[in-house]
């Protein structure tokens, strides 16, 4: 085989390509990129928010920050979002703050830096001094807009990379000092300071407060409450109840007369207190304990990791073991005209996330000055005990990490919007039987309860909201099917319009990686699942149903592999498909991961057949699944093909021969091509520079094979895209780092925000293959590039025209890398859907690209 890897055997041209044939003609094609308008299908629910920020001085306009693809802007109350990223280098983003003055002046925190925006979001600016540096908490002066101060956080080396290392406060990883910038001239530069020397691991911080009243700025974090009396340049420690080593939250009252704080004993308990906040600004305070709870005697108390309590109404909760994080005051607190007169409302979350982070609130009488108790109650938590409408966001747990009052600015009082992990609901405390029953309303989705496809059940359509890792996603014509990381699936039977989770096989099921449509008659869907959230998840084998009425009379059977505590009897190893050892069916389990379903693909010329691939277990094959499903059949058999680790969804079958897979494997690509029974070895087809992330297949509009490999290139930096006429004879480079820059990127990119040695190097992959053109998204785990489109001339791959297709305004594709890339057909139309990490279902009709040709 011959490999063409050098740059200087393709051209590439973006502004206009002319092409001479064979007889001397020449054809001429328009500088005009092709127009693709895409679209968010699924409805959000994976991924994870870190927090909210509402914009006090506009009105409806609030912000919603995520791990995976930036944040959100909403100015019309939560009706409809807009994803704010293009200008974005990093999207996993944990603070927000506004100017006092300025509300369209943002301060954004992300783990790899701090930016500033003048217009609402719309486009960044990196901070230099902050860059590497995981910043998580920002606040500005209320007296003084100029006055800026950031603190940093313990960075997740673990799941992002080790970028923030490259700063001499975090070469030891999540070993950190206590650090903070500090700005005064209004953004303009930013001067690092220490509030505590130390270096620790993992010490977080929690809150940062100015006291306007007393001139002193407050920093509650895991190594305790810290105070600065000039705007964070010094810090001193302030005293905190005796024996209590870390303070997890802190506010102070309007009327800058109260302080409330919570304290941490050790590394499993907390509370919360009261103090004046006049002598704690004097350095000697006197903490009182206000834990009480709600309509009960003093006696009865937060409970601690393990205790259980029973409330005033008679319902028991147990604390799983958490502790207290995080206060918020309502700015109508001790004001008569909102019926607030000596009293102080408080809200108060919960540290841990993933499970019964339960949001409390607590009403304290200062008539008589410091108040003597509290009157904790759980107004927000799980299991939809007091009818919270979570399920579509997640009915495993409740995880409220951000929440406020209403802005006073905005008319709406006794209201609350929060963050549960996955969605935003409001709370109206004036509803009729709050907090226990009614008093939500959802933010992020709409409920279709007609016309759905899908009658009798609810289903949910997005609002520009997804925030959901998806995996795969497959269509049977009115039935959409999405795989999501931290959601089980998705169903639709309307054509994507709407969405519902709660048919999924088995309660159990909260994690697939793969899904696959066999075009059998009738159609059989077959989905990988897991147990667990996001990358913890312990695999669970595969179910399958048979598309009988493409509605939700359609039922889920267990098909192949499995655990019997989850899967029923039997369930181990079934059908010939490998399950977790026991000994590993632990979540996070980093052993586990070899047996997790990467990928499937569909013979396309033997309906029933389906191919397998685990990330570390190898490719198993199962002939007739329609069989499978009523008990006859052989079974899935392991494919002689040795030690395989594939990359995610990396499967391909030959589009028009049977017996045929593509797959890769390290640095190199194999064609499967089996005989009669199925027992041949694979065939290498192609060695590349580096690990291979994607192949595909498909045909040309001439009719012929085209192969197509995303690998990883130290040499530039980035990943290349090769392509094959020839079934892998030869391979020729159509996409590098040099093209890809040429074509068009984000400003940031090959800036000190988005270096060149950057571990999160331009991924080129969830390839899409339709005619003569390549689809070609280009990102990595926490941002993306854009979305290209390669036009090919298959006699001439040494030519290519590349055209950005990303889009523009509410049209614009997601930001975050794309898992998978597929061709569907909807209602006779090409489509491209890309599941992405954090974006969701994100698609576009590809009849643009027709309408190109014939220009």
Same mark, same amino acid.
Request: with cysteine; charged share 20%; net charge negative.
């Given at each position: ?37 895409? +679209? ?57 703050? /506004? ?11 992300? @783990? ?9 979001? +719309? ?48 070469? @030891?990883?999540? *070993?950190?000092?206590?650090?903070? $910038? ?13 509030? %505590? ?132 005051? %309502? ?104 907090? *226990? ?107 399958? =149903? ?6 939700? +009379? ?14 029923? +009897? ?86 028009? =021969? ?21 027992? @041949? ?6 060695? $590349? ?46 996409? %590098? ?9 984000? /400003? ?59 889009? *523009? ?47």
């Amino acid at each position: 085989m011959k490999f063409f890897q050098s740059a200087s055997f393709f051209t590439v041209i973006i502004s206009m390509l002319i092409a001479c044939s064979s007889d001397g003609s020449r054809s001429t094609y328009s500088s005009v990129a092709p127009i693709l308008k895409w +679209e968010y299908w699924a409805p959000g629910g994976g991924g994870e928010i870190q927090s909210i920020y509402l914009e006090p001085n506009v009105k409806n306009r609030f912000y919603v920050l995520s791990d995976m693809e930036g944040l959100y802007r909403t100015d019309d109350g939560g009706n409809s979002y807009r994803l704010l990223a293009a200008e974005l280098p990093q999207l996993n983003v944990f603070g927000m703050v /506004s100017d006092p003055v300025n509300p369209d002046r943002l301060y954004l925190g992300t @783990h790899r830096m701090a930016l500033i925006s003048d217009d609402a979001g +719309e486009t960044w600016k990196a901070i230099d001094e902050t860059l590497s540096y995981p910043i998580q908490l920002i606040a500005v002066n209320p007296r003084n807009p100029k006055h800026i101060v950031m603190a940093l956080s313990a960075p997740d080396i673990t799941d992002l990379n080790e970028q923030p290392m490259h700063v001499p406060e975090y070469v @030891h990883g999540d *070993k950190h000092p206590g650090l903070v $910038f500090v700005s005064e001239d209004g953004g303009l530069s930013f001067e690092k300071h220490y509030y %505590d020397p130390a270096t620790l691991p993992e010490k977080n911080v929690w809150q940062l407060v100015f006291d306007p009243n007393h001139q002193l700025l407050y920093l509650a974090s895991e190594r305790g409450l810290f105070v600065s009396d000039n705007g964070g340049i010094n810090w001193t420690s302030a005293n905190m109840p005796e024996g209590y080593m870390a303070a997890l939250g802190f506010e102070i009252s309007p009327d800058g007369k109260t302080a409330f704080a919570i304290f941490s004993r050790s590394v499993t308990q907390s509370t919360v207190f009261v103090s004046d906040a006049k002598a704690l600004a004097q350095g000697h305070a006197q903490w009182h304990q206000v834990d009480e709870l709600f309509g009960l005697d003093d006696r009865t108390r937060l409970s601690q990791p393990g205790e259980t309590r029973v409330e005033w109404d008679g319902e028991s909760y147990t604390n799983p073991g958490q502790r207290y994080a995080r206060l918020k005051i %309502d700015p109508r607190s001790g004001q008569a005209a909102y019926g607030l007169a000596n009293k102080v409302r408080v809200l108060m979350g919960k540290t841990m996330k993933h499970h019964n982070s339960s949001l409390f609130y607590s009403e304290f009488d200062v008539s008589n000055g410091l108040p003597e108790r509290g009157n904790w109650q759980r107004i927000y938590y799980e299991q939809n005990k007091k009818g919270w409408q979570t399920s579509q966001g997640s009915d495993n747990y409740i995880q409220v990490d951000s929440f406020d009052f209403v802005p006073v600015p905005w008319g709406q009082h006794n209201k609350i919007i929060l963050e549960n992990g996955h969605g935003i609901s409001l709370l109206d405390m004036d509803a009729p039987g709050f907090p *226990k029953t009614g008093g939500e309303t959802v933010l992020y989705q709409t409920a279709v309860t007609q016309a759905n496809g899908a009658p009798g059940h609810t289903t949910w359509t997005n609002r520009g909201f997804v925030n959901t890792y998806n995996g795969d996603f497959a269509t049977s014509e009115n039935y959409f099917v999405a795989a999501l990381s931290d959601q089980g699936l998705h169903e639709s039977w309307d054509f994507g319009k709407s969405w519902i989770r709660d048919l999924r096989p088995i309660p159990e099921i909260t994690a697939s990686k793969s899904v696959e449509i066999l075009k059998t008659e009738p159609p059989v869907v077959v989905l990988g699942t897991g147990y667990g959230y996001g990358a913890s998840d312990i695999p669970m084998g595969l179910y399958a =149903k048979v598309l009988v009425h493409h509605s939700p +009379e359609d039922q889920w059977q267990h098909l192949a592999g499995g655990i019997s505590r989850w899967n029923g +009897e039997g369930a181990e190893n079934r059908n010939g498909l490998p399950s977790v050892p026991e000994a590993l069916q632990v979540h996070g389990h980093p052993d586990a991961w070899d047996y997790r379903i990467w990928a499937m693909a569909a013979d396309s010329q033997v309906p029933g057949r389906l191919f397998v691939g685990f990330k570390g277990q190898g490719i198993y094959v199962a002939d007739d699944v329609p069989a499978l499903l009523t008990g006859n059949g052989n079974g899935f058999r392991r494919l002689p093909l040795g030690e395989i680790e594939l990359p995610k969804t990396s499967l391909v079958t030959h589009p028009a =021969k049977a017996n045929t897979l593509y797959y890769p494997n390290g640095n190199e690509v194999y064609v499967y091509r089996g005989s009669q029974n199925l027992n @041949h070895p694979g065939e290498r087809i192609g060695e $590349f520079p580096g690990l291979v992330e994607d192949v595909t297949a498909w045909l040309n509009e001439q009719g012929s094979l085209m192969l197509a490999v995303s690998a990883r290139n130290e040499a530039d930096a980035s990943h290349n895209v090769f392509v094959s006429v020839d079934e892998g004879v030869h391979w020729h480079k159509v996409f %590098d780092r040099a093209s890809l820059k040429a074509a068009g990127v984000p /400003s940031f990119f090959d800036t000190p925000a988005y270096p060149r040695e950057d571990p999160l190097m331009p991924f080129m992959g969830g390839f899409v293959g339709y005619k003569n053109w390549l689809i070609v998204p280009v990102g990595s785990i926490r941002n993306n590039l854009g979305v290209f489109a390669l036009r090919l001339n298959p006699a001439k791959l040494d030519q290519v025209s590349i055209f950005p297709i990303t889009g *523009k305004d509410n049209y614009r594709h997601g930001y975050t890398r794309v898992n998978e890339g597929e061709l569907r057909w909807v209602k006779g139309e090409p489509w491209v859907v890309h599941s992405t990490r954090g974006a969701g279902v994100v698609a576009a009709s590809l009849a643009p690209l027709d309408q190109w040709e014939r220009q």
